[in-house]
T-cell receptor, first 111, second 112 residues
Framework: NAGVTQTPKFRILKIGQSMTLQCAQD?????MYWYRQDPGMGLKLIYY???????DKGEVPNGYNVSRSTTEDFPLRLELAAPSQTSVYFC??????????FGPGTRLTVL | KQEVTQIPAALSVPEGENLVLNCSFT??????LQWFRQDPGKGLTSLLL?????REQTSGRLNASLDKSSGRSTLYIAASQPGDSATYLC???????????FGEGTQLTVNP
């Protein structure tokens, strides 16, 4: 099993550009999550999903959108990138909504 | 609002030393508490998960304890090794299915 995979690993965006961060898992987990981690800080939940077709906002959803058309994939969309969205983004999945398995992260810089 | 604090923010110890990392949370009504390890440039790896009804969990050289009433958890690492160098984060889940609230982490360096 590859576990949780994320692409790209690094990305630089200009202010106002848009992009999609990809996340996929091959463990047949129903629960999937997107977090952001700012330097020296803990992780904050952006969006999560309890299954295909079902998504909900986390603690810091503004400026982001998600979709969950399949169990495996959970992409995160940034529509109008802002410097405040410079961060490291982690995707995670869980079988039981408790123990979470994390991807390697995407480091995003918005200039 | 639940807040999770980890002290110290950074810790440097010589190899072989036993050490304790601390985590405190403001609302004692939690469902579980988890300890994670994060290596530079990598994602998080779950180390131990303690249910609210448990007092401790052990895995190899790691032992995590939970005292809900005082809002504290500790992660004990025995006979530390340079390979233990990483950032350790704790996170609490307040109810079944709720989001995790993370602390800011303790950056551990074990010197050979």
């Amino acid at each position: 099993n590859a576990g949780v995979t994320q692409t790209p690993k690094f990305r630089i965006l200009k202010i106002g550009q848009s992009m999609t961060l990809q996340c996929a898992q091959d463990m047949n987990h129903n629960y999937m999550y997107w977090y952001r981690q700012d330097p020296g800080m803990g992780l904050k939940l952006i969006y999560y999903s309890v299954g295909a077709g079902i998504t909900d906002k986390g603690e810091v959803p503004n400026g982001y959108n998600v979709s969950r058309s399949t169990t495996e994939d959970f992409p995160l969309r940034l529509e109008l990138a802002a410097p405040s969205q410079t961060s490291v983004y982690f995707c995670a999945s869980s079988l039981d909504h408790q123990k979470q398995y994390f991807g390697p992260g995407t480091r995003l810089t918005v200039l | 609002k639940q807040e999770v604090t980890q002290i110290p923010a950074a810790l440097s110890v010589p190899e072989g030393e036993n050490l304790v990392l601390n985590c405190s949370f403001t609302d004692s009504a939690i469902y579980n508490l988890q300890w994670f390890r994060q290596d530079p440039g990598k994602g998080l790896t779950s180390l131990l998960l303690i249910q609210s009804s448990q007092r401790e969990q052990t895995s190899g050289r790691l032992n995590a304890s939970l005292d809900k009433s005082s809002g504290r958890s500790t992660l004990y690492i025995a006979a530390s090794q340079p390979g233990d160098s990483a950032t350790y984060l704790c996170a609490v889940q307040e109810t079944s299915g709720s989001r995790l609230t993370f602390g800011e982490g303790t950056q551990l360096t074990v010197n050979p």
